[in-house]
């Protein structure tokens, strides 16, 4: 079994364990730069939303509020402890090298508002916050950036997963879906929205 399928039974199996509390749990660790694999948490989520266990509005609610804390947690990180801190400490919780330097990346060419795509965009999101605080961007508008990525984000793919119950027989059906089609989905998600973003450069350019 790969880390990825690990990753995804893990998070998943706390989810249908601990309900609400779960997509907190789950949804700040994703934030915190601790990935939880939070396109399938929403997704299954949604799928739960249809079938009555889970309110839809709570969810969106829950699940917002758990990324603004875990997204503050890892912005104190940037702003006090820098990359130097996370490249000494990240290893313990799986934060590899490779992702601190695609979440800088992603901030060094779209600035402030890489906070905002970012938070949309399942390969960057867990770790954008990082940069941000590197950076010392102020507080308040880094919260309202994202906050707005995050209601996006949190939204369509809770959204995405209440339709997909609604096209399944039952929730073995969907558990069975998220290994293959949870990653597809954030890779044509995150595509879609590089592709706005480039697109919109270009325009103003």
């Not at 779960?22 to 730069?33: A, C, E, K, R, V």
């Not at 990359?83 to 000494?88: G, S, V």
């Not at 984000?153 to 293959?180: C, K, M, P, Q, R």
Request: aromatic share 14%; net charge positive; with cysteine.
């Amino acid at each position: 079994m790969s880390f990825l399928s690990s990753l995804f039974s893990i998070s998943l199996g706390l989810l249908l364990s601990l309900g609400y509390a779960g997509i907190f749990y789950l949804m700040t660790l994703d934030s915190m730069m601790v990935p939880a694999a939070s396109e399938a948490i929403l997704t299954l989520a949604g799928v739960l939303c249809f079938e009555g266990r889970f309110s839809l509005v709570a969810v969106i609610l829950i699940a917002t509020a758990a990324s603004l804390l875990g997204s503050t947690v890892s912005w104190i990180i940037g702003k006090y402890g820098g990359r130097r801190f996370l490249e000494k400490y990240g290893r313990y919780v799986f934060i590899r090298k490779v992702e601190i330097d695609r979440g800088d990346a992603f901030f060094r060419d779209h600035g402030e508002s890489a906070v905002f795509f970012g938070r949309i965009i399942p390969l960057v999101r867990t770790y954008i916050s990082l940069p941000a605080g590197i950076a010392m961007m102020d507080y308040f508008r880094f919260i309202i950036f994202t906050l707005g990525g995050t209601v996006i984000f949190v939204t369509l793919l809770t959204l995405l997963g209440y339709e997909l119950g609604s096209n399944i027989s039952s929730l073995d059906s969907a558990l069975n879906y998220f290994n293959g089609a949870a990653v597809a989905v954030a890779i044509l998600f995150a595509s879609g929205i590089i592709y706005s973003v480039r697109r919109a450069r270009k325009v103003h350019s």
